[in-house]
């Protein structure tokens, strides 16, 4: 089992920067691809994010350029740094864990709530 515990999220104006990290513990967890995802009201869950165990990473067209996923070298902390945001409302952002890139993944946070105010 793998435990994830988020961290980071908050209210910011647009432009500005946050970065969310999550925490993950338990076996095996330095080997699994990891994953943001993240869900407004009404709408569906989508991929912002992904690094595999190879350090390689993807990332949703809507925040190439301003997003970047990261891992630290034990791998055991999991960063979004989130760069010029936009104005938006609401939404989750959840940190996903998964042996293989596999949807839907295996393992979730709780989820961190961001907000972008104009």
């Known amino acids: 089992q793998v435990q994830l515990v988020e961290s980071g999220g908050g209210s910011v104006q647009a432009g500005r920067s946050l970065r969310l990290s999550c925490t993950a513990s338990?076996?095996?967890?330095?080997?699994?691809?990891m994953a943001w995802f993240r869900q407004a009201p009404g709408k569906e869950r989508e991929g912002v994010a992904v690094?595999?165990?190879?350090?390689?990473?993807r990332y949703a067209d809507s925040v190439k350029g301003r997003f970047t996923i990261s891992q630290d070298n034990a791998k055991s902390t999991l960063v979004l740094q989130m760069n010029s945001l936009k104005p938006e409302g609401p939404a989750m952002y959840y940190c996903?864990?998964?042996?293989?890139?596999?949807?839907?993944?295996?393992?979730w946070g709780q989820g961190t709530m961001v907000t972008v105010s104009s």
């Open positions: 996903a864990a998964d042996r293989r890139c596999t949807v839907p993944m295996n393992y």
């Open positions: 338990g076996s095996s967890y330095s080997s699994y691809c």
């Open positions: 690094i595999d165990s190879l350090g390689q990473t």
